[in-house]
C-alpha cells in the first residue's frame, strides 16, 4: 500500500521500457544505478537509483514535497494524507497511524483468515484458475469492505471506481495522455465521492463499529473531521489498498510458482510466512516507485535538480541495492536486517503498511496449507501493469501433477 503517484507523474518513464521494468526488473535496476544515483529522464524528472539517495529524499520532505497538485486522480482535494506536507500532515497521521497499529489489527486477523479460505473453497477442485480473477483482485477488496462495514455485494463497484482512477488507460487501451483516459478518471472519482457521501450519511444516522463511524467521531486539534476530509480519506484508502495488495499477491505466487524449492520451506512450514513476505517485498517491489515535487534547487547523488521537478525513487532498485543488502541478488527466507522501503520510508511511510503484512502472511500461510503444488500455465508469459506491478489474467495450473 505504498504511496502512488506513478501513473500520472511517473508513466513516461516507462515510454518503450516498460515490458523490461515490470516483468523482471532487478537487472534493469542494478544496471541504473550502475550508471548514478540519481539521473534527469528527458520529459520525465528525475529518476532516484540507490538506497542512499533515496534515504536523502525521504528525510527531507521539505526540499522533496509530496503536495501533489489535486486533479491527477480527478480528485477534487489532496489526498489525505499522503499528499499534506507537515505540519498539517501530521495532525492526520495522529488520528490515523493508531487505526493502522498491528494491535488494533489484530481483531481482523479471524475475518481475513476466513475470507482466504472462502476464496479458496470456491476453486480447490479445479484443475486450472484465473489466479488474479479468482483470487488476488477480490482478496484485498473483500477485506476493504469487511473493514469499513460495508457490504460485500459492493465489490464489483469497487474494483470499476479502483481501476478507472489507477488505470484508466488500461481499462480504455488508451495512451496515458489520451483525453479519455482523464474523463475516465475524473467520471470514477466522482462515483467514489458519491458512494461515500451516501455510506456517510447512514453512519451519521446510525453510528457502527466500523471505520467509516470512527472517521465521524474523530478529532483534529480538538476539532472534528469535515466531512470532505473524511471522503479524501476515504478517497486514499479505497485507491492505495486494494491494488498494492492485489500486485503483491501476483509478484509473490508468481515467483513461488517458479521456484519450487523455496516454495517447498514454506509449504513444509507455512509459519514462516511473515519472514517470506518480508523478502518478497524486497525482492519484486510491487510498487516500483514513489514520486515528488522538489520545492528548491539542490543537487541529488551529483544530479542538479530545480524546483518544480519530478522527482521519482525506485523503491525497487533501492531494495537490490548491494551497498544495502548483502547478497541482494539472493532470496533469504529470514534474511537478518531487511530494511527494505517496499512501503516507502520517511514521513510518509505507508498509512496500512501492516494491514497489508496481515493480509499477505494470512494468504501465503492458509493458501500453502492448502495448495501446496501449483504454477504458472506453460506458454503463459504475464504481463504487468506499469507503476503497480499487477496483472490482468494469471493462468495457474493447481494440483500436484505439475
Known amino acids: ?5 506513478v501513473d500520472a507523474y511517473g508513466g513516461t518513464i516507462f515510454s518503450g521500457a516498460g515490458d523490461v521494468l515490470t516483468r523482471r526488473p532487478q537487472d534493469a535496476f542494478a544496471h541504473m544505478r550502475a550508471v548514478a544515483p540519481a539521473m534527469r529522464i528527458e520529459g520525465s524528472g528525475v529518476v532516484v537509483t540507490t538506497r542512499a539517495a533515496m534515504t536523502e529524499v525521504f528525510r527531507h520532505p521539505e526540499i522533496y514535497s509530496s503536495q501533489m497538485p489535486a486533479g491527477h486522480f480527478g480528485n477534487a482535494r489532496p489526498l489525505i494524507p499522503i499528499e499534506v506536507d507537515p505540519p498539517d500532515q501530521r495532525k492526520f497521521r495522529k488520528i490515523l497511524d493508531p487505526l493502522f497499529t498491528p494491535k488494533h489489527l489484530e481483531h481482523l486477523a479471524g475475518p ?8 479458496i473453497d470456491g476453486f480447490i477442485n479445479d484443475p486450472e484458475i484465473d489466479f488474479a480473477q479468482r483470487f488476488s483482485v477480490p482478496f484485498p477488496s473483500q477485506v476493504f469492505l469487511t473493514m469499513f462495514g460495508l457490504p460485500m455485494q459492493d465489490l464489483p463497484r469497487f474494483l470499476a471506481m479502483k481501476d478507472g482512477i489507477i488505470r484508466p488507460f488500461h481499462v480504455l487501451g488508451t495512451s496515458l495522455n489520451d483525453p479519455r483516459t482523464q474523463e475516465l478518471r475524473e467520471q470514477s472519482a466522482a462515483s467514489i465521492y458519491d458512494y461515500f457521501n451516501k455510506v456517510l450519511d447512514q453512519r451519521e ?5 466500523d471505520l467509516l463511524s470512527h472517521f465521524l467521531g474523530a478529532q483534529v486539534e480538538g476539532e472534528r473531521l469535515t466531512r470532505e476530509e473524511i471522503l479524501d480519506i476515504c478517497f486514499l484508502l479505497l485507491i492505495a489498498g486494494l491494488d498494492t495488495v492485489s500486485a503483491s499477491l501476483d509478484c509473490f ?10 516454495r517447498a520451506a514454506l509449504v513444509a512450514d507455512p509459519s514462516i510466512s511473515p519472514w517470506v513476505v518480508e523478502e518478497l517485498l524486497r525482492w519484486e517491489s510491487p510498487v516500483m516507485l514513489v514520486s515528488r515535487i522538489a520545492t528548491q534547487d539542490t543537487v541529488l547523488g551529483g544530479c542538479p535538480i530545480r524546483a518544480g521537478d519530478k522527482v521519482h525513487p525506485f523503491l525497487g532498485s533501492g531494495n537490490t541495492d548491494e551497498s544495502e543488502f548483502p547478497d541482494a541478488d539472493v532470496i533469504q527466507w529470514g534474511r537478518k536486517g531487511n ?5 516507502g520510508a520517511g514521513i510518509h511511510r505507508c498509512l496500512g503498511s501492516n494491514l497489508a503484512r496481515l493480509e499477505l502472511r494470512i494468504a501465503l500461510r492458509v493458501w500453502h496449507s492448502r495448495i501446496p503444488h501449483y504454477r504458472v500455465k506453460p506458454g503463459t508469459e504475464l504481463v504487468y501493469t506499469i507503476g503497480v506491478r499487477s496483472v490482468d489474467s494469471f493462468p495457474m495450473v493447481l494440483g500436484e501433477s505439475v
Open 339 to 343: 530494511r527494505h522501503i517496499a512501503f
Open 1 to 5: 500500500m505504498a504511496e502512488q503517484q
Open 205 to 209: 444516522a446510525e453510528h457502527r463499529d
Open 253 to 262: 505466487f508468481r515467483y513461488l510458482a517458479e521456484h519450487p524449492d523455496e
Open 112 to 119: 481475513i483468515e476466513t475470507l482466504v479460505n472462502d476464496l
